[in-house]
C-alpha cells in the first residue's frame, strides 16, 4: 500500500528559486495538509484542503502556495525560495475529521542557501 | 504563543521501566488529542488518541490520561522497550474548520537496554 508519497525526499535550492513539492495519496482521503517540522517547534500547520477544489492557510502560509485539483494531489509551491524555508515537509492525509488518524508521508528535507 | 507545549526536550529511561511524557494545552476548544512516533527519516505515525469525553485511554502497553482542567495529559509506556526510542509528539484538534492538528514540539525519548 502506498499511503501518503512525497517527492522529492531531498532538496537543495538556491535563495529565490521556486520548486514544487508533490504529494499524492491513495486513499481517498478527503482531507490533506502540509506541515514543516523545526527543531523545537514540533510540526506547524502551512495550508490544508478539505476536499478538491477547497483549500485554506494555516499557522504559517507565508512564501506557500497550494491547489487541490483532484482527491488524490496536493502539490506545495514554493514561490521564491528563503532561507527561513529550510525545514523538513510533512503532507498528510485523513478522513472526514483529521483528529480521527492523520496518515503522514516520509518527508521532503529542503535546504534553501 | 504555541497552544501546544511539551515541556521536556528528551527523556532517558531505562528498559522495562515506565516512561511518561506530558503535554499541556492553553487552547479550551480542543476536543481531541492524540499522540505520534516519529523515527528519524520517517513520518509520524498514529500511536494513541484521547476525546475530551474521557479520562484515560489504553492500548496495549500505551495509556494516555487527560485531566481537562488542568488542561494536561501525559502518555504512559509500560514496560519501556528499546524499539520504543522516538521523538513523541502530542497534538490536539478542536471543531474548527478542517479540524486540523496542533502539534507540540515533541519529546526525545531514549530507552536504554
Known amino acids: 500500500n502506498a499511503g501518503v508519497t512525497q517527492t522529492p525526499k531531498f532538496q537543495v535550492l538556491k535563495t529565490g528559486q521556486s520548486m514544487t513539492l508533490q504529494c499524492a495519496q491513495d486513499m481517498n482521503h478527503e482531507y490533506m495538509s502540509w506541515y514543516r517540522q523545526d527543531p523545537g517547534m514540533g510540526l506547524r500547520l502551512i495550508h490544508y484542503?478539505?476536499?478538491?477544489?477547497?483549500?485554506d492557510q494555516g499557522e504559517v502560509p507565508n512564501g506557500y502556495n497550494v491547489s487541490r485539483s483532484t482527491t488524490e494531489d496536493f502539490p506545495l509551491r514554493l514561490l521564491s525560495a528563503a532561507p527561513s524555508q529550510t525545514s523538513v515537509y510533512f503532507c498528510a492525509s485523513g478522513t472526514v475529521r483529521m483528529n480521527t488518524e492523520a496518515f503522514f508521508g516520509q518527508g521532503t528535507r529542503l535546504t534553501v542557501v | 504563543d504555541q497552544q501546544v507545549k511539551q515541556n521536556s526536550p528528551s527523556l532517558s529511561v531505562q528498559e522495562g521501566r515506565i516512561s511518561i511524557l506530558n503535554c499541556d494545552y492553553t487552547?479550551?476548544?480542543?476536543?481531541?488529542f492524540l499522540w505520534y512516533k516519529k523515527y528519524p527519516a520517517e513520518g509520524p505515525t498514529f500511536l494513541i488518541s484521547?476525546?475530551?469525553?474521557?479520562d484515560k485511554n489504553e492500548d496495549g502497553r500505551f495509556t494516555v490520561f487527560l485531566n481537562k482542567s488542568a488542561k494536561h495529559l501525559s502518555l504512559h509506556i509500560v514496560p519501556s522497550q528499546p524499539g520504543d526510542s522516538a521523538v513523541y509528539f502530542c497534538a490536539a484538534s478542536g471543531n474548527n474548520a478542517g479540524n486540523m492538528l496542533t502539534f507540540g514540539g515533541g519529546t526525545r525519548l531514549m530507552v536504554k537496554p
Open positions: 484521547i476525546s475530551s469525553i474521557k
Open positions: 484542503s478539505v476536499g478538491a477544489g477547497i483549500t
Open positions: 487552547n479550551s476548544m480542543f476536543d481531541y
